[in-house]
């Protein structure tokens, strides 16, 4: 954030509009993520008034490397001071309609950031060209190796479900095994060490 050009009437209006704005609505919905959150026009829409009401306004400048968007946010003073910041992504895909949702992304997360409105991810797993990881279950065979690991090991079965976050060993993902694997090794020897 370059606050260079800023002005205690800058500071003090943004103070003001701060504790008059309240949060997006989250009124669209994500079908990738089953979630709610508020989208851009949302968020300009909740904003726009209140930054108005206290001679504040907002400019966003997008551009595109080749690679990577920007976003450059503004906020301006009626009195002449001026606060900005850029945001930067890489696209998941670099055609018009991956750099129009990195854009629309950082335009929202940005604002919403510089005018302390809250408001939930949608699409930014898809803008910033991360997607969550999903894995398979466990097999039945090692879930029966897990459990009678616990079992051999004196581990406390409800607090490691706890710890993994399930309610039996079958929900287990694959991508829990190896630090499972590791957490038995360590216990064995443990109890081996006491023996």
Do not use: W
Request: glycine fraction near 8%; aromatic fraction near 6%.
């Amino acid at each position: 954030m370059n606050l260079e050009h800023s002005t205690p009437e800058l500071f003090t209006a943004l103070a003001k509009m701060q504790g008059e704005v309240e949060n997006a609505t989250k009124g669209s919905v994500n079908p990738h993520f089953k979630s709610k959150y508020a989208d851009l026009a949302e968020v300009l829409n909740t904003v726009r008034p209140v930054l108005a009401a206290n001679g504040l306004s907002v400019i966003q400048s997008p551009s595109f490397d080749g690679a990577t968007c920007h976003v450059t946010t503004t906020i301006a003073h009626s009195g002449g001071g001026y606060i900005c910041g850029t945001m930067s992504c890489v696209p998941a895909k670099v055609d018009g309609q991956g750099i129009g949702a990195a854009t629309t992304y950082l335009r929202r997360y940005s604002l919403a950031a510089v005018c302390g409105v809250a408001q939930e991810d949608d699409d930014g797993n898809t803008a910033a060209h991360t997607k969550p990881a999903t894995y398979p279950l466990i097999s039945s065979g090692e879930a029966a190796r897990i459990k009678e690991s616990i079992e051999s090991l004196n581990i406390d079965e409800a607090a490691f479900l706890r710890h993994y976050g399930v309610k039996s060993i079958g929900q287990l993902t694959t991508d829990k095994v190896p630090a499972i694997d590791k957490a038995f090794i360590a216990k064995n020897k443990a109890n081996t060490a006491t023996a």
